[in-house]
């Protein structure tokens, strides 16, 4: 695999196809966009002890406590609501890039979105069982370190140096285990998603394509894995600059509006925070739909080119092992040219003699 023209093709797909930004400002593999909030004083005055007292505390929630749990229970469904959004969009994202990559009429917003309803409750279904899989794994672990050591403390055991140097390895060693198996399945996973969206195999069918495309393209998987985690980390570093240079007048306009408690700091500071929302926002869709793109081109490149590879060795196998393949001709090599037979006529038609006697 070409990995240079890989990270062109995948910036050329991003840059021209800006309506995938749309798609990757939600999509993300497992989650959503996270939003932050602020707080108010809905209370008002509430005495001498103020809100931070504990009698003000109590009063501040028995006067807001319909407004709270509104709050609450808002929160919680625009987070349900992110949440679907996010695995539409994902779907959506990967049909997308598919489509502009192969340079099909079917690559527009509309019809892309579309490709993610059709695939999310099949991705839904993915998600939950990888998320389950792992929690019971975990759950395992835990039980097979923690339970061993509560039940030495809950009889107030001695617990050795050896004991703890045993736990100790113990930990090191499923530290050393969980890594390449977290690799190993986040390769798997992105693969699997891409069986699902693109080819339309049910969930346990991906996840065993994923499986099965990244064993046998280990190193190129991992590679292509490699690559992706060097260009978050540029990303990363290129955003963080800017940000780390802006916090310095940001923090001065906090604490001249925590000192003065100037109207205009609030106002400078609302602008510049909306701003910072807006770029962040930005940064998020376009390096989302680019990474979407990289391993939808490289989903297509390993799949396709191996089908590609399948094909012509069958064709050479067929060829080296057909029963007239190291058989000798029957017929010789040169077989002598066939007669003319253009110039000569066909007999013609004579009527019999009626006068003639009949034959015996």
Same mark, same amino acid.
């Given at each position: ?111 892309? +979105? ?76 992105? +693969? ?32 292509? +894995? ?135």
């Amino acid at each position: 695999m070409d990995y240079t023209a890989l990270l062109r093709t995948a910036w050329g797909i991003t840059w021209r196809y800006k309506y995938l930004w749309v798609l990757g400002l939600f999509a993300a593999e497992g989650g959503g966009c996270s939003f932050s909030s602020g707080s108010s004083n809905f209370g008002g005055n509430t005495g001498s002890g103020g809100i931070g007292s504990p009698s003000g505390i109590e009063d501040f929630f028995s006067q807001n406590w319909a407004l709270l749990l509104a709050l609450v229970l808002g929160f919680i469904v625009l987070s349900i609501a992110l949440w679907v959004i996010s695995i539409i969009a994902t779907g959506g994202l990967i049909a997308g890039t598919d489509a502009a990559y192969h340079e099909r009429t079917d690559s527009g917003l509309g019809d892309s +979105w579309r490709a993610g309803l059709r695939s999310f409750w099949r991705l839904l279904g993915m998600w939950l069982l990888i998320a389950l899989a792992v929690f019971v794994v975990v759950l395992l672990v835990v039980l097979v370190i923690g339970l061993p050591i509560g039940l030495a403390i809950y009889r107030d055991a001695d617990l050795g140096a050896g004991a703890i140097v045993g736990v100790v390895l113990f930990v090191i060693l499923l530290v050393l285990i969980a890594i390449p198996a977290g690799i190993a399945l986040q390769i798997v996973s992105t +693969w699997a998603n891409r069986s699902l969206v693109l080819e339309g195999t049910g969930v346990v069918a991906s996840l065993r394509a994923g499986w099965r495309l990244f064993r046998s393209n280990i190193g190129v998987s991992l590679m292509v +894995w490699l690559i992706a985690v060097g260009v978050s980390i540029g990303t990363a570093i290129a955003i963080l600059i800017p940000l780390a240079i802006l916090a310095i007048p940001i923090g001065i306009m906090i604490w001249r509006i925590a000192v003065d408690a100037n109207p205009a700091l609030w106002v400078g500071l609302s602008v510049v925070g909306l701003v910072l929302v807006v770029v962040l926002s930005v940064f998020k869709a376009a390096t989302t739909t680019y990474f979407g793109a990289y391993y939808t081109v490289a989903y297509r490149q390993l799949t396709e080119g191996a089908i590609s590879t399948s094909t012509a060795g069958g064709a050479s196998s067929d060829a080296v092992t057909a029963p007239w393949a190291s058989q000798t001709p029957a017929y010789p090599q040169s077989a002598p040219p066939a007669p003319d037979l253009g110039s000569a006529e066909p007999p013609s038609y004579q009527p019999p003699d009626p006068t003639a006697p009949p034959e015996a």
